[in-house]
């Protein structure tokens, strides 16, 4: 065999194969991101319950919703009851603004978008009452549901097109480069 045939049909499949490998990355991407989101339902509900029927101050409610959850969610919540703990005359909504921007490099798969609405919660945590923190939850609650259900409804779709995309885009640059 020649070698450059040989070069050209290596090169060629490792085009094929890098393209493919990105594409599936973004599908699971994907579905990490609906996970977590589905875990921050989760989270904040056992958030409402400390606050709402425990009665607990904010620094105790992260730390028990950090400590029965895993992942980088509970990495987050953890964080915050200890900046809460440590506090030196910060508002809480400052420390929750931090650390869900800095939560990028705990790699999580949420967008920015989620991340925006996600530090927008903590806006009116900690200085109102029970009952308008609940509510306060409950909306971000129902936004949540309604970016979860939508993710849902387009997942199968959406993962099929970014494989898809990534083999077709492999092989189109192969047969440009070839």
Known sequence: MNLQF??????????IAGSAGYGYSLAARYGQRLRELEQLRQMIFLLK???TYASAPLQEAFEVVGDRTEGALS????RVAGRIEAQQGEAFY??????VAGSEQ?????????????GELG???????KEMQERNLLLYLEQLDLRIGDLRAHKTERCR???????MGGLFLTILLV
Request: glycine letters at 12%; charged letters at 20%.
């Open 161 to 167: 097109i970014y494989s898809s995309l990534g083999i």
């Open 123 to 129: 806006e009116h945590l900690g200085f109102l009452d």
């Open 6 to 15: 040989v070069l050209k049909f290596t090169g060629a499949i490792l085009i």
């Open 75 to 78: 990495r987050l919540f953890g």
């Open 49 to 51: 319950g400390q606050i």
């Open 106 to 118: 705990d790699g999580l798969a949420m967008e920015q978008s989620d991340r925006q609405v996600l």
């Open 94 to 99: 400052r420390i929750w603004q931090e650390e």
